[in-house]
C-alpha cells in the first residue's frame, strides 16, 4: 500500500485570477508584506502496487491523464509507503 501527496500548481506563465485575489484579501487584512499568492490543488492517493517504482508509475500517469492539466499545470508527488 502507497500513499501519493500530489501538488498541482499553475505553470509560471499561467495568470492566476485566483492567487491574486487572495493577495489581495490578505493585503485587507494588513498583510503587506505578501509579494504573490499562487493557488493550487493538494491531492492524496491510496494505492496498492507490486513495489514503489511500480506506484511511482502509476502516479505519474495519474497526474498526466485526469489529475492535472498539462497544458497550464505542473505537477509533483511525493510516495510513502504504508
Request: charged share 35%; net charge negative.
Amino acid at each position: 500500500m502507497y500513499k501519493a501527496l500530489v501538488y498541482v500548481t499553475l505553470k509560471p506563465s499561467i495568470l492566476d485570477p485566483q492567487g491574486t485575489a487572495v493577495k489581495k484579501g490578505l493585503e485587507s487584512l494588513g498583510f503587506s508584506d505578501v509579494m504573490d499568492v499562487r493557488v493550487g490543488k493538494y491531492l492524496e492517493v491510496s494505492l496498492e502496487a507490486e513495489d514503489k517504482q511500480d506506484a511511482r508509475e502509476q502516479v505519474e500517469e495519474m497526474c498526466k491523464k485526469l489529475l492535472s492539466n498539462p497544458v497550464i499545470e505542473d505537477y509533483r508527488f511525493e510516495l510513502m509507503e504504508g
